[in-house]
């Protein structure tokens, strides 16, 4: 299912100390017990709020998000910009917002905060693809997520191997990573694709704490980062 319609929405509220408008193109908030599979945002699809991070598909996941894709969205002059959420929550006590096999195929441009997928995770996001640009002109910058406070893993609740793939170029001013701009929680099993053609190389670039995968990685305590691959056709400058 492709969606394409217009929202706006101006009202906040404050949401686990995040002021949200619960404003998406699929659904504001994807409550828990809740999936949402399949579907996509159509690329003529237009999305305004004045909340403090804006997804493409739902601004706040607290249930599952499933096999969805957005095609990416201009928002040069707005912080805060997720590709498919703005927010992957998990609250104490319950079960963690999940993103399993979801896919940026396009163009996402924030001012700054802006994650190929989510702008702050704090759940679990497994297998999801990134193609094409994440780009902004200030800090926070992630081909996955500009804020990693949860799980971005290679296996998922079956235990089945789904590594991210983030076949896209990634830029903007400080803490710039691959998969993460500022890492708090565990990156596994991302890799920095091509499709093997040598030609078509990748780039990462920032200002200072620039990374392949992570930008900046903050409370190491307990934090398990491993299984990662950078080609030798991945650009890597700060």
């Known amino acids: 299912t492709s969606v394409n319609t217009s929202v706006k929405a101006f009202k906040t509220v404050d949401f686990n100390g995040i ?3 619960f404003a998406g ?8 017990n809740t999936t949402l599979y399949g579907c996509s945002a159509a690329k003529t699809a237009q999305l305004s709020h004045n909340g403090e991070v804006l997804g493409i598909l739902a601004e706040i996941n607290e249930g599952h998000i499933e096999n969805c894709e957005s095609y990416g969205i201009s928002m040069g002059e707005r912080s805060g910009v997720g590709g498919i959420v703005g927010l992957n929550e998990a609250d104490d006590g319950k079960e963690a917002g999940t993103i399993t096999g979801c896919t940026l195929n396009g163009e996402l441009t924030a001012k700054a905060f802006a994650g190929g997928i989510a702008v702050i995770n704090r759940g679990s996001i497994f297998g999801c693809d990134v193609s094409g640009f994440v780009t902004a002109k200030g800090d926070i910058v992630g081909g996955i997520a500009a804020m990693n406070d949860g799980v971005i893993g290679a296996f998922d609740d079956d235990g ?17 990573g691959g998969a993460v701009g500022i890492n708090k929680g565990a990156v596994s099993g991302c890799e920095i694709s091509s499709k093997g053609l040598l030609e078509s190389r990748r780039s990462i670039s920032g200002l200072n704490n620039v990374g392949g995968f992570i930008g900046l990685q903050k409370d190491c305590t307990g934090v398990v980062v491993h299984a990662l691959s950078l080609p030798s056709y991945a650009d890597v400058s700060g």
Not at 25 to 32: A, H
């Open 19 to 21: 002021q949200t408008a």
């Open 25 to 32: 193109i699929l659904m504001g908030r994807v409550p828990q």
């Open 160 to 176: 089945s191997e789904v590594l991210c793939e983030i076949e896209a170029d990634i830029s903007g001013g400080n803490n710039v």
